[in-house]
């Protein structure tokens, strides 16, 4: 039985917003901030099971936040394989940068095959402060 995709205003706000913050991560509370601004009352639950749906579909990653007691959400870009590297994620802003380099990728492995583990890479991330913050100060 095929699911229904049901286009509401919320769902259409809440697209809205993740286009426009492709480039940083997000919390919950950011996004119900924009629904209100926009006219739009939901409670938490009905955010945050929106969110759970979009990372299980693959089109968000989440990862524990380093400036909160929560989780950063991230747009999925259609390039970026998240599965297959690492991220990292600035402790000031929350902002999440795919590592994807070769490098990065090379290192990764040897840890892997050197300890005998698997990494769950949609799990890890290396956390500091991104240029952007330092550059600030």
Same mark, same amino acid.
């Given at each position: !039985?095929?699911?229904?995709? /049901? &286009?509401?205003?919320? #769902?259409?706000?809440?697209?809205?917003?993740?286009?426009?913050?492709?480039?940083?991560?997000? #919390?919950?509370?950011d996004l +119900? $901030?924009?629904?209100?601004?926009?006219g739009v009352?939901?409670?938490?639950?009905?955010?945050?099971?929106?969110?759970?749906? !979009?990372?299980?579909?693959?089109?968000?990653?989440k990862h524990? +936040? !380093?400036?909160?007691?929560?989780?950063? /959400?991230?747009?999925?870009? $259609?390039?970026?394989?998240?599965?297959? &590297?690492? &991220?990292?994620?600035?402790?000031?802003?929350?902002?999440?940068? &795919?590592?994807?380099?070769?490098?990065?990728?090379? /290192?990764?492995? +040897?840890? +892997?095959?050197?300890?005998?583990?698997?990494?769950?890479?949609?799990?890890?991330?290396?956390?500091?402060?991104?240029?952007?913050?330092?550059?600030?100060?």
């Open positions: !039985m095929l699911q229904k995709l /049901y &286009h509401t205003k919320t #769902t259409d706000l809440i697209s809205q917003f993740i286009g426009l913050n492709q480039e940083k991560g997000f #919390t919950a509370s +119900s $901030e924009f629904l209100k601004s926009n009352e939901v409670n938490k639950t009905t955010v945050y099971r929106n969110l759970e749906k !979009m990372t299980e579909k693959g089109q968000l990653i524990k +936040s !380093m400036i909160s007691d929560g989780f950063i /959400y991230q747009s999925v870009e $259609e390039e970026h394989h998240c599965e297959e &590297h690492i &991220h990292f994620q600035c402790c000031k802003c929350g902002s999440v940068i &795919h590592l994807d380099d070769e490098k990065t990728s090379e /290192y990764l492995k +040897s840890i +892997s095959s050197e300890l005998g583990v698997k990494i769950d890479l949609n799990l890890s991330s290396l956390n500091g402060i991104c240029q952007k913050c330092r550059t600030q100060n």
